[in-house]
Each structure stands twice: as structure tokens, then as C-alpha cells.
């Protein structure tokens, strides 16, 4: 009993960890977790996880409760989509407390590192698939101090996560060490040595890189271009607004952009479209390239969320969003349709996904990538990107739909890890906000007031190199499902796996 409440205390706690301040102080309450969940037995160990992931979940989507009210056909069934939704996420939760019971008992230091790729693995088929959905990544808490995030420029994200949840698996082993008699000082001084060499590394490789990205930036030497982002609460691209477009194309040409990045737009704009004349004029009154997001026909009955690069004279170039959104642009899947259905749930999309992600080609010979709302939740799509010659990345989002300013700025957190995995300049264009401009470090260097319409402009250099992350991809993801095999391999050879 008193277990099962410190793990509902802990994943509560934790779900306060993603909030704006000093909430990412209580990343240590996974330590309480895995204290509360080793050497229990796989069984109570699943079921443990699961209600530690679920208490996680229905603590933190809470603020999300209104989304699932847009789409349902009351608030109850909204609620019990949020409700199932946990439920769901929480399953990772309980493959973890499984997992971590499988773990051998005989080594301090391959519990550790069992705990934490356990975890990781864990995190990493949470965003596989069609329908995944990688939200509350504990790295998000840690954007908010550059300084802990610079690492992932090495495994990505899943680096991060794997250095928090060692981090914890630590703490977890250091109070075994103080409370239990079998335990012996040596061992306290090898768990304590081990902490202090992982701040170490932690605390100086994000100092080095951000000190080494901070001075290449301010350097007199590096090109810069100038990019500006648009933040309205109208959609000035259709035709009754035209008005609201005129205002801000020509407070904008005050500024005098070389690219300008528009919000995420479902409204149709191509050479058939009448307006399409009329923003021709208007960006050759800007003298500036434009990249808009905008519905666009890509076959009978169907059209693609694209990002459109809008060039004087030219015809425009286009990327399609690769990772729609479930359950809204992505239906559900037919099994279970009916089920959603009769929540209320508009079962059916005419929206077809881009076959992979590109980089589009300015007339100045800049390539950049776009990407469309919930695309900046998965590194895979930025990563493909710049390895497809990306010089700086855009995000195109229209935020309307998300509820509270606490929701949407920790959606616009994303930017900040895909910024640094990448080593890339990130200009975010959202509708109602956030909107602004991260540096390579992660650092939110300029933004837009939240909910307020503007214009913002700001220098920024294009890069060409890449990072370990991007050249080798989700490297440290097999890296810890190698470290599980060899950890479970000894626990098949150890004395005390024979003896049961």
C-alpha cells in the first residue's frame, strides 16, 4: 500500500516537473520510483510502472483536457479520451517496471546502466509508429537550462534521457548504499565517485559547447541572413482578410527580410488559386522569399499539409508534412473506429502524408527545412532534413488548438532540442505563439509577446556541418538495447539466477 503510493506521489511530482521556474528540480523523483520499483518481481513490478505512468499522465495531460474536448462530442467523453490516452502512454511505464526487474541484483554499476537504457528503450518505442505520440520527454523540463541539454548533440535526445534516468539510478543506488546494512561504505564511495564524475562530464561538455557556439555566432566573420517570422491570430491569406495581409506585409517590408515564415495555414494557395497573383505582388513589394504553410492538392479527394516556399517569378517549392497528427489528420485506426466514433471523434481525413523530409532551395542558394506543427516532437524529421542539406530549420505551427500558455510553450520546448541535436538555426512561426528564434545552444534568443499579433526579424547564420546525432541517427537507442542483452546475459550466468 505504502508502495503503491509513493509511486503516485512520485509520478505526480514528476508530471510538476514540466512546469515553467524551477520545476525541473523535481527530475529527482524518478529516483523514488525506481527505489520503489526494484527487486519487486516482474509482476508487481508491470503493474507498478503502469500506475506510476498513469498518476504521470492524468497529472500532466490535465492542462491538455480542453483538446480532447474539440474533438469530442461532450466534455465526458472528452474525458474518457483523456482518461484512455494515459492509460495508453502509461503501458511504457509499466514495459519499464518490467524491464527493470529483469535486471540482475549483483552489480551497482549494471543496475545503473541496466535502469537507464531500459528507460531510454522505453521512451524510444513511445515515438515509433503511426500513432505515437513522444510527449513529456523528461530532457523537455531541462530546456530551460541550456547548459544540461548541450549533449544531445551526440545521441539526440535519447542521450538526455538516458543521463537523467542514470542520474536517478545513482541517487537510487547511493541511498541503498547509506540504508541498507548489507552495504558498505566502499560502496557509497564508488556510487558518490560515480555522481561527481557524471556532473562533471554533464556540467563541462554543455559549458564547452556552449561557449563554442555562443562565439561562432557572434563572430564578425559568420554570413548572416536576415529572417523574419509573422505572428497573427487571423488567417490573412483568405480572401475577407485581405485587408489584415496588406497591414502586415507592409509593416513587415519596414524591416526588410531576406526570408519571411508564416504560420501553419489549411487554406489552398497554388498558381490555380485566385490570390495567388495577389501574393505574387506582395512578395515582390517585400523583395523577400516567403515560406507558408497551406493545404495543397496532391491528388483527387485528397491534399497534403505543406510548407510552400513562394519565390518572385518562379514557381513555388514544397515539402509535405511526413508525421500527421493522430486521431485528426491521421484517422483512427479501423479496429477501433467505431469506438471513436462513438466518442464523437470525426473519423474521417482527407489528408495524405509526404513520403520523406526535405530541404527547400532559396533563390539565394539557402536551403532550409520546414517543419509542420507536431513534426518538431520527433528528431528523426529535423535529422533528416539537415542531412538532406538544411542550413537552418522552420517551424510552421498554428497553436490555436492547444489550451493554456503552458501547453503551447512546452510544445515551442521542442525547438530547443531539435536546435541543438541539429546545431541549427530554428525560426518558429506560430499563430498565437510561441514564436521566436533558437540559437544552435537551444536558447530562445527573440520571441513574439504570446497571444499578440507581430513581426519579428532576426540575423541568423546558416550551417553546414553536422553532428554526430545527425550523421549516426538513434546510435545510442541500439547502444542501450545492446547494454540490456549483456546485463540480462549476466544475470543468466550469475549464481542467483541458477539458484531460481
Not at 555522481?195 to 566573420?221: C, P
Amino acid at each position: 500500500m505504502w508502495g503503491a503510493a509513493g509511486l503516485i506521489i512520485s509520478g505526480c511530482g514528476l508530471a510538476l516537473a514540466f512546469t515553467p521556474g524551477k520545476g525541473w528540480l523535481l527530475l529527482w523523483m524518478p529516483a523514488l520510483t525506481f527505489w520503489l520499483l526494484r527487486n519487486v518481481g516482474w509482476r508487481p513490478g508491470l503493474i507498478g510502472g503502469w500506475l506510476w505512468g498513469l498518476s504521470f499522465y492524468l497529472v500532466h495531460g490535465f492542462w491538455g483536457l480542453p483538446v480532447f474536448e474539440q474533438r469530442a462530442a461532450s466534455p465526458l467523453y472528452a474525458g474518457i479520451a483523456w482518461a484512455i490516452t494515459a492509460l495508453w502512454l502509461g503501458f511504457f511505464y509499466a514495459l519499464f517496471g518490467l524491464l527493470l526487474n529483469l535486471i540482475p541484483t549483483t552489480s551497482w554499476f549494471g543496475r545503473a546502466v541496466g535502469g537507464a537504457s531500459a528507460w531510454t528503450v522505453c521512451q524510444w518505442l513511445q515515438g515509433l509508429g503511426s500513432y505515437s505520440l513522444p510527449w513529456a520527454q523528461w530532457g523537455i523540463a531541462l530546456t530551460q537550462i541550456p547548459l544540461l541539454i548541450q549533449l544531445v548533440d551526440l545521441g539526440g535526445v535519447w542521450f538526455l534521457e538516458w543521463m537523467i534516468a542514470y542520474w536517478n539510478m545513482l541517487l537510487c543506488e547511493f541511498v541503498r548504499g547509506t540504508t541498507e546494512q548489507l552495504a558498505t561504505a566502499q560502496l557509497r564511495n564508488k556510487v558518490a565517485a560515480m555522481l561527481i564524475v557524471v556532473a562533471l562530464f554533464w556540467g563541462s561538455y554543455g559549458a564547452l559547447r556552449l561557449n563554442q557556439y555562443r562565439d561562432t555566432d557572434l563572430s564578425k566573420e559568420a554570413t548572416k541572413i536576415r529572417v523574419g517570422i509573422l505572428q497573427y491570430q487571423e488567417h490573412p491569406i483568405a480572401e475577407r482578410n485581405e485587408q489584415v495581409l496588406d497591414f502586415w506585409i507592409t509593416k513587415t517590408q519596414q524591416h526588410k527580410p531576406e526570408w519571411l515564415v508564416l504560420p501553419e495555414s489549411t487554406v489552398q494557395l497554388d498558381p490555380s488559386n485566385p490570390d495567388w497573383q495577389r501574393w505574387q505582388q506582395h512578395i515582390r513589394t517585400l523583395n523577400s522569399m516567403v515560406l507558408v504553410g497551406t493545404g495543397r492538392r496532391v491528388g483527387s479527394g485528397y491534399r497534403a499539409n505543406s510548407a510552400c516556399l513562394l519565390m518572385a517569378d518562379r514557381e513555388p517549392v514544397c515539402s509535405d508534412k511526413v508525421k500527421l497528427m493522430p486521431f485528426t489528420e491521421l484517422p483512427p485506426p479501423l479496429p477501433t473506429l467505431s469506438f471513436w466514433q462513438a466518442l464523437g471523434l470525426d473519423s474521417k481525413s482527407t489528408v495524405q502524408s509526404g513520403k520523406q523530409p526535405i530541404a527547400l532551395q532559396g533563390a539565394d542558394g539557402r536551403r532550409v527545412g520546414a517543419l509542420i506543427c507536431v513534426e518538431s516532437l520527433y528528431g528523426w524529421v529535423a535529422r533528416e532534413m539537415v542531412r538532406n542539406d538544411a542550413q537552418w530549420i522552420a517551424v510552421l505551427t498554428n497553436d490555436e488548438w492547444l489550451p493554456s500558455g503552458m501547453t503551447r510553450g512546452q510544445f515551442a520546448q521542442y525547438c530547443a532540442l531539435r536546435a541543438v541535436e541539429c546545431r541549427r538555426w530554428i525560426a518558429r512561426a506560430s499563430s498565437v505563439g510561441v514564436s521566436g528564434f533558437y540559437a544552435p545552444t537551444g536558447e530562445l534568443v527573440a520571441s513574439l509577446p504570446m497571444g499578440k499579433p507581430g513581426v519579428l526579424v532576426y540575423p541568423i547564420t546558416p550551417r553546414t556541418e553536422q553532428t554526430l546525432y545527425v550523421r549516426w541517427g538513434d546510435w545510442w537507442v541500439y547502444l542501450c538495447l545492446a547494454a540490456m542483452i549483456v546485463v540480462w546475459l549476466g544475470r543468466l550466468s550469475s549464481t542467483d539466477w541458477r539458484r531460481a
